[in-house]
């Protein structure tokens, strides 16, 4: 087994793993080539989580994700016609891109590319920085073979951002948005040369040839990472973020409340599910000091996908009703709030938790995190596995909430002086031991 293989299999998750042998399994009955690239192969090298799954094919990306997901169940939630791309949620909640192996052409800064189907090497050689130009073999004659034209594994080991071409930034303009997310999410450094690029490209401003869409897409991303005040704090301070939404900067840009709701965030399980949720809170917090004007600029500045703005304005209703039934006076046993929020959607839960003022409903959503949930989880499977009912019944549904309810609400046994056993007499000291032996 090639080393890379067991460093990939050593990354990904048992979802993650299965996506995996499903698509190479359904590439490998349309003899397609299958690559694994981009962010997967830069974060599993950098000994980052594998968050999405990126495959390249040489051939139609869109008939094999069309294949995949007739076969697996996954869902396609977007479509580029363009690049012959497609985005995919499989039922595991793990997300993957399958795109076609392509060269990119284009006529002025931040317009359309011309896109024409091309091998891997070439894919690997136009991509935008060197860490990303990254490709692992899954073919069974090449299975493990690491493609590294670019000498990205370098800047990966030096933890540096590196451009590959020098017109980059003029092609497209967007990548001055992934620089800078790229940067603060991974902790890299922007080489010098980039660096020297980069400015030459902000004094032809080409920023401004960025589609708003492309705004919109780099928010998508910034909402899910780990540290999204951060992120947007540097996008503000270079500038790029009042250029789409003009009210989004100084106080207006509410980095505060960002870094809050992402401390709140980590209490939540880190899943592909729970992580996507948390579009809706990101969105909620970043127009929290806006004016409804001011919002509505926001939605037509950064075309926000409807969507997008759904995940956002749909979120009040639905976290007032939680917060209802968090603070009402009848709910007494641990079993009542554990029902009442693992039944709820992460979204709601998350931004409950960063604007609830009450303190009772902020006492029941920590003790959830901190005890209830732990307690359920410490459930073995030989447990489930000795209820009655077949997996999937409502019997065994009932079955499996009866246990874990009990589990939640058994007191611990009293403690009594008769129930404690007194402690052991305490050793005689060696000097006492031998008095009076002389």
């Not at 793990?94 to 800064?109: F, N, P």
């Not at 839960?349 to 409903?361: D, G, M």
């Not at 359920?376 to 499996?400: C, M, N």
């Amino acid at each position: 087994m090639s080393d890379y293989i067991y460093i990939l299999e050593n990354h990904l998750s048992a979802d993650q793993s299965k996506v995996v042998r499903e698509v190479q399994a359904a590439a490998g009955g349309s003899n397609l080539n299958l690559f694994l690239t981009g962010g997967a192969m830069r974060d599993m090298l950098a000994g980052f989580p594998i968050r999405d799954l990126d495959f390249v094919v040489e051939g139609p990306a869109p008939k094999l994700a069309k294949t995949v997901s007739d076969k697996t169940g996954a869902k396609i939630v977007s479509s580029d016609d363009n690049r012959k791309s497609a985005e995919l949620v499989f039922p595991g909640g793990v997300t993957a891109q399958i795109a076609m192996s392509r060269q990119e052409k284009y006529g002025r800064a931040g317009a359309k590319p011309l896109v024409s189907p091309a091998t891997i090497q070439e894919d690997l050689r136009g991509r935008d920085f060197a860490c990303n130009a990254v490709a692992l073999s899954l073919n069974k004659a090449s299975r493990g073979l690491l493609l590294d034209p670019m000498n990205g594994l370098a800047d990966i080991e030096r933890r540096e951002l590196r451009a590959i071409s020098v017109y980059g930034f003029y092609d497209d303009p967007s990548r001055l948005l992934r620089l800078i997310r790229l940067s603060v999410r991974l902790g890299f450094a922007i080489e010098a040369r980039t660096e020297l690029q980069v400015q030459n490209a902000r004094l032809a401003e080409v920023e401004k040839s960025i589609p708003p869409h492309m705004f919109a897409e780099e928010l998508r991303k910034i909402g899910v990472e780990d540290n999204p005040s951060e992120i947007l704090k540097a996008l503000d301070e270079a500038g790029l973020v009042a250029m789409f939404v003009a009210p989004l900067t100084g106080p207006k840009l509410n980095l505060q409340g960002l870094a809050k709701l992402e401390k709140l965030a980590r209490l939540l399980p880190d899943d592909p599910k729970t992580r996507s949720a948390r579009i809706g809170p990101f969105f909620w917090v970043l127009a929290e000091k806006l004016s409804p004007k001011e919002k509505q600029a926001l939605l037509k500045g950064a075309e926000l996908s409807k969507t997008d703005a759904d995940a956002w304005q749909k979120l009040d209703p639905k976290v007032k009703k939680l917060e209802t039934a968090l603070r009402s006076p009848r709910i007494r046993k641990p079993s009542q709030i554990y029902q009442i929020v693992s039944a709820a959607a992460p979204e709601e839960v998350e931004l409950l938790l960063y604007r609830s003022e009450l303190k009772p409903v902020q006492e029941r959503l920590r003790n959830y995190f901190q005890k209830y949930l732990p307690l359920a989880l410490d459930i073995t499977p030989e447990e489930f596995a000795a209820l009655e009912g077949k997996p999937g019944t409502p019997k065994y549904q009932k079955a499996r909430e009866a246990l874990v309810a009990n589990r939640l609400d058994r007191r611990p046994p009293r403690v009594t002086p008769e129930t404690v056993s007194p402690p052991p007499p305490a050793p005689e000291p060696a000097f006492a031991r031998g008095r009076g032996q002389r």
